[in-house]
T-cell receptor, first 113, second 109 residues
Framework: EPEVTQTPSHQVTQMGQEVILRCVPI?????FYWYRQILGQKVEFLVS????????KSEIFDDQFSVERPDGSNFTLKIRSTKLEDSAMYFC???????????FGSGTRLTVV | DAKTTQPPSMDCAEGRAANLPCNHS???????VYWYRQIHSQGPQYIIH???NNETNEMASLIITEDRKSSTLILPHATLRDTAVYYC??????????FGAGTRLTVKP
């Protein structure tokens, strides 16, 4: 069964450093998403991406965040200057048609120290 | 998701059916009901979705009331591996999905 692949599975970074979280969505999917989950809290929407541009972003997705689909296969989330409160699981998701369910990756655990 | 109400937790005996309720009294005509689950800290997993007809797949059945104001996800023979947080989400397909707190289902031996 096709899956969404995220790398790395765990990343530790110093506060103020830039991080790039990588995702390979399912190959024929058209819609791409990033979510995050702070430990013990609910899954929060960050951003959606369709047709090579951001469709929608939440209030969490401020100027420190950016997304890119550089080569038609990867979908990346960049955090420019990490803060302690960015520590969370970050999930990438994709879907083929609007009506279908999302397929999520297994996540990247980001720890900012 | 503020559009749905789910009990915070439920228990179910292994091998029995797990029936997870969801209220969505303000659902509009073009909104679907989606169910996902999250096992421990894994990524959420799509289970099933429906508009107004009952739906069944290899994982579960979805029963939607005739007025569409509530639905029930049924896991016919729950196993320990079905222990997870289950999310009921009401959504127009073109909109982006938001998660609520869900129902924490614990399957007990």
């Amino acid at each position: 069964e096709p899956e969404v692949t995220q790398t790395p599975s765990h990343q530790v970074t110093q506060m103020g450093q830039e991080v790039i979280l990588r995702c390979v969505p399912i190959s024929n999917h058209l819609y791409f998403y990033w979510y995050r989950q702070i430990l013990g809290q609910k899954v929060e929407f960050l951003v959606s991406f369709y047709n090579n541009e951001i469709s929608e972003k939440s209030e969490i997705f401020d100027d420190q965040f950016s997304v890119e689909r550089p080569d038609g296969s990867n979908f990346t989330l960049k955090i420019r200057s990490t803060k302690l409160e960015d520590s969370a699981m970050y999930f990438c998701a994709s879907r083929g048609q609007a009506i279908y369910g999302y397929t999520f990756g297994s996540g990247t655990r980001l720890t900012v120290v | 998701d503020a559009k749905t109400t789910q009990p915070p937790s439920m228990d179910c005996a292994e091998g029995r059916a797990a029936n997870l309720p969801c209220n969505h009294s303000t659902i509009s005509g073009n909104e679907y009901v989606y169910w996902y689950r999250q096992i421990h800290s894994q990524g959420p997993q799509y289970i099933i979705h429906g508009l107004k007809n009952n739906e069944t797949n290899e994982m579960a059945s979805l029963i939607i009331t005739e007025d569409r104001k509530s639905s029930t996800l049924i896991l016919p023979h729950a196993t320990l591996r079905d222990t997870a947080v289950y999310y009921c989400i009401v959504l127009q397909p073109m909109n982006d999905m938001r998660f609520g707190a869900g129902t924490r289902l614990t399957v007990k031996p």
